[in-house]
């Protein structure tokens, strides 16, 4: 039976890569949370410096792609061993 790491997981639920800091692994945790927290705020902040309609497409983009990096944060401090 796997190891399954709840409360990484659950701190990954509640900030972005903390759960991997938690497991050992801090340069993963890092960069998730510094793509998360201040990669993604930025090009959308870029996007609505240039055009409004460029920058509606931008924000759903990534509005999707922050979706995705959070459930994939959650599942990697879930099931990945350090």
């Known amino acids: 039976m796997k190891n ?3 409360p990484a997981a659950l701190a990954s639920f509640l900030i972005v890569g903390l759960g991997q800091i938690i497991k050992g692994e801090g340069d993963k945790g890092l ?3 510094l793509t998360f927290y201040f990669a993604l705020p930025a090009v959308v902040y870029i996007a609505l410096l240039l055009n409004g309609f460029f920058f509606l497409i931008v924000l759903g983009l990534l509005m999707i792609a922050g979706i995705v990096l959070w459930g994939y944060n959650i599942w990697d401090a879930l099931n990945h061993e350090p």
Do not use: D, N, T, Y
Request: net charge positive; aromatic share 16%; hydrophobic share 50%.
């Open 4 to 6: 399954r790491h709840w």
């Open 31 to 33: 960069k998730l949370m």
